[in-house]
């Protein structure tokens, strides 16, 4: 209803689209981020949903290309260029492992969210990595790590894994 009467609302649209997502339709999540990105084509909340959006549908080419829009969205044109080498070198993996390791030195000399150094070690298939900074997410409550552990499909290769099943239990979130 929100969005009906404020269709324009970016807070709203993101809402209405991160259950999408979150529920496995995917390619509804994709027309409402690509919706949004046509009248606000710098949201940067919506290229990150939009590139994992692709990531679960295995489009990793377009998950790839939001990716870089949304660190070209917030101006750190070090991680979008981390992304660009990467990939030249490795293929898409190589350019997630490379954002995420740029990211991981980063915090080492300044505050960042450990959730989306999680994200992208996930995308780039580095599980262990992806469960280290869940931890960390933990230790610096990162406001976004209950819903990457409570039903973010982007997770779904950590879930059966004893480390995350035990970050579930110690958040007293549902396993």
Same mark, same amino acid.
């Given at each position: 209803?929100?969005?009906?009467?404020? &269709?324009?609302?970016?807070? %709203?649209?993101?809402?209405?689209?991160?259950?999408?997502?979150?529920?496995?339709?995917?390619?509804?999540?994709?027309?409402?981020?690509?919706?949004?990105?046509?009248?606000?084509?710098?949201?940067?909340?919506?290229?990150?949903?939009?590139?994992?959006?692709?990531?679960?549908?295995?489009?990793?080419?377009?998950?790839?290309?939001?990716?870089?829009?949304?660190?070209?969205?917030?101006?750190?044109?070090? %991680?979008?260029?981390?992304?660009?080498?990467?990939?030249?070198?490795?293929?898409?993996?190589?350019?997630?492992?490379?954002?995420?390791?740029?990211?991981?030195?980063?915090?080492?000399?300044?505050?960042?969210?450990?959730?989306?150094?999680?994200?992208?070690?996930?995308?780039?298939?580095?599980?262990?990595?992806?469960?280290?900074?869940?931890?960390?997410?933990?230790?610096?409550?990162?406001?976004?790590?209950?819903?990457?552990?409570?039903?973010?499909?982007?997770?779904?290769?950590?879930?059966?894994?004893?480390?995350?099943?035990?970050?579930?239990?110690?958040?007293?979130? &549902?396993?």
């Amino acid at each position: 209803r929100a969005l009906q009467l404020d &269709p324009l609302n970016e807070i %709203v649209q993101l809402a209405h689209g991160a259950p999408l997502l979150f529920a496995g339709r995917y390619d509804e999540a994709i027309v409402q981020w690509r919706k949004m990105l046509r009248t606000s084509p710098q949201n940067p909340g919506a290229h990150w949903l939009l590139s994992e959006s692709f990531f679960c549908k295995a489009m990793y080419e377009e998950s790839l290309a939001e990716m870089k829009a949304y660190y070209s969205s917030i101006g750190d044109r070090e %991680v979008e260029e981390a992304l660009t080498q990467g990939y030249a070198q490795s293929g898409y993996r190589g350019a997630m492992r490379r954002a995420a390791d740029m990211l991981a030195a980063r915090a080492r000399t300044t505050y960042v969210l450990p959730g989306d150094v999680a994200m992208l070690y996930v995308m780039a298939g580095e599980k262990a990595q992806a469960l280290e900074w869940l931890e960390k997410a933990l230790e610096v409550r990162d406001p976004g790590l209950p819903s990457m552990l409570n039903g973010d499909p982007t997770f779904e290769t950590l879930r059966s894994d004893p480390r995350f099943q035990a970050l579930l239990r110690r958040m007293n979130l &549902p396993q």
